[in-house]
C-alpha cells in the first residue's frame, strides 16, 4: 500500500497517474485529496465525496490514508496525552513494525503536539532516556505528519468533530495549536522526511499551522541548521545544556564534532535567514553538574548578539538515569539571574511525568531487527 499522507504535490499527482487519472485532472485530484486529508481530517477514501466512485475503488486498491494505529493512550493527572502509536512493517526494507511515542501537551492558551522524528535516536546524550535505545530508523514524511493528523483528529480538530468535553484542552482555537520535534529522535539527522513532514504542516492549504507555532529542537547538527533556516523557516531550539566544551561533550556528545563556538555561529545567522525573531536554548538543569551562578554568568556571555531566549528545563528523572535534578531554589536563582541580564528564562513545568511523557522519558520498546541472509 502506498501511502498518500506525507506526499508533496508532485508525488501524489505522480501515485494519482499510476491509477489511471488523466493527466489534465492529476493537479485538480491531487489538490482534492489533498483538502480531504489535511483540512478535512478523513481517513477513507470513501468519505472522499467530490471523486467518483469509481476512482474510490481504484484508489483504494493500492492507496491508503489511513492513520497509525494508538497501541495505547495513556492521560497524565495534569491532562498530558501521550499515544504509543504503531507503523506496520512495509516490505524488505522495514521487516518488523515500529513504534514511537507522541505527546500532546494542553495549557489555559495552547495546545503543544510533541512529535517524534526517528525510532530510537543515534545519538546518546547522558541525561536522556531515548539516548539509551539504539536507533532503529528514520520515519519518513507521512510517519512524522501522521502523528499531527492523528492528534488532530483524536481531540476533535477536525470541522465536522463533535465535541468531547472530557479532553483537556485550551480554551479557545485549535486544540493542537502547536507543534513540537521534541520527541524521540534529532529531527536533524532526518532532514529530508522531517522538512517534507514540516512543509506540509506549514502550508496553508494543508494542515495551515504558523511558522511562528512550528518550533524544531536540534542537538546541534551544524550543516543542517543552515539549510533548516533556509529551506524550512520554522522556529528553531537548540539543547544546549552546558556553556563549555568539555563538559558539553559529556553530555551531548555531538558537540565532539560541532563545537559550542560553532554552533553559536550558526545560531548567530539563524533568525535573519529564516526570518523569526529569536531562538530557544535549551538547558536541562542537573544538580551540581551544570546549574552554578558562575554557568549562569557563562551563558550571559556566550548568547551575546544572538536574539534568544532560555527555557531552563527541570531534568526528568528516568530508570537508571544517573543525574538529579537540581533544587528549585537554584532553578529560581539561575533564571532569576538570566533575566536579570535581560534573558527571557521560563522554567519549564514538567508535564506528564506520571505517565513517563516529559522531555527526555520518552523511549519505545522497538528493537533493530537483523534479517539473516
Ligand atoms: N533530539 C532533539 C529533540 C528531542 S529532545 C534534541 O536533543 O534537541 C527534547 C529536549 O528534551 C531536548 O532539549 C533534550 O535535551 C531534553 N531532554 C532530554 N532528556 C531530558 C531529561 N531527562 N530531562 C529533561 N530534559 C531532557
Ligand atoms: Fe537524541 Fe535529543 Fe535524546 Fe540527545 S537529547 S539522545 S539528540 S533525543
Redesign the pocket.
Known amino acids: 500500500m502506498i501511502s498518500l499522507i506525507g506526499q508533496d504535490r508532485i508525488q501524489l499527482a505522480q501515485t494519482l497517474a499510476t491509477v489511471g487519472v488523466p493527466s489534465t485532472q492529476l493537479k485538480m485530484r491531487a489538490q482534492q485529496i489533498w483538502h480531504w486529508v489535511y483540512v478535512r481530517g478523513v481517513t477513507s477514501f470513501d468519505e472522499m465525496l467530490n471523486l467518483s466512485k469509481a476512482l474510490r475503488i481504484e484508489l483504494s486498491k493500492t492507496c491508503s490514508v489511513a492513520l497509525p494505529e494508538i497501541v495505547k493512550e495513556q492521560v497524565s493527572v495534569d491532562g498530558t496525552r501521550k499515544w504509543l502509536l504503531r507503523f506496520p512493517a512495509d516490505g524488505p526494507d522495514r521487516p518488523t513494525p515500529v513504534e514511537v511515542e507522541t505527546v500532546y501537551i494542553p495549557e489555559i492558551e495552547r495546545g503543544t503536539l ?1 512529535v517524534s ?1 526517528q525510532v530510537g ?1 543515534s ?1 546518546t ?1 547522558t ?5 539509551t535505545q539504539k536507533m532503529v530508523r528514520n520515519l519518513d514524511a507521512g510517519e512524522i505528519l501522521s502523528q499531527v493528523l492523528l492528534a488532530r483528529r483524536r481531540l476533535g480538530d477536525y470541522p465536522d468533530a463533535e465535541e468531547d468535553l472530557e479532553i483537556i484542552a485550551p480554551l479557545s482555537g485549535r486544540k493542537v495549536s502547536n507543534v513540537v ?7 536533524l539527522f532526518n532532514f529530508e522526511n522531517v522538512k517534507q513532514a514540516l512543509l506540509i504542516a506549514l502550508d496553508d492549504e494543508a494542515c495551515g499551522f504558523s511558522r511562528r507555532r512550528v518550533t524544531l ?3 546541534g547538527v551544524l550543516p543542517a541548521i543552515d539549510r533548516t533556516a533556509e529551506e524550512i523557516r520554522c522556529m528553531l ?3 544546549l ?1 552546558a556553556v563549555n566544551d568539555e563538559l558539553r561533550d559529556e553530555l ?1 556528545p555531538i558537540n565532539r564534532k560541532y563545537p559550542i563556538a560553532e554552533l553559536l555561529d550558526a545560531c548567530r545567522r539563524y533568525p535573519e535567514t529564516a526570518n523569526c525573531r529569536r531562538i530557544t536554548f ?1 538547558y ?1 538543569m542537573l544538580k551540581d553538574v551544570n546549574d552554578s551562578l558562575e554557568e549562569a554568568r557563562a551563558l550571559v556571555n556566550l548568547l551575546q548578539g544572538i536574539p534568544a531566549k532560555v527555557n531552563l ?6 530508570p537508571e ?1 544517573k ?1 538529579e535534578c537540581s533544587s528549585k531554589k537554584q532553578i529560581v536563582r539561575f533564571a532569576n539571574y538570566l533575566m536579570e541580564q535581560g534573558f527571557e528564562s521560563p522554567v519549564r513545568t514538567p508535564r506528564g511525568r506520571d505517565i513517563f511523557a ?4 520518552l523511549k519505545s520498546v522497538s528493537e533493530k531487527t537483523v534479517t539473516l541472509k
Open positions: 510533541c522524528s535516536c545519538l546524550c541525561f536522556c532516556h531515548t539516548g520535534m521534541m520527541g524521540m529522535g534529532e529531527p529542537s536540534t542537538s531550539a537548540i539543547s545544556h551531548v535549551e536541562v528545563i527541570p531534568f526528568n528523572p528516568w538515569s543525574y516529559a522531555c527526555g522519558q
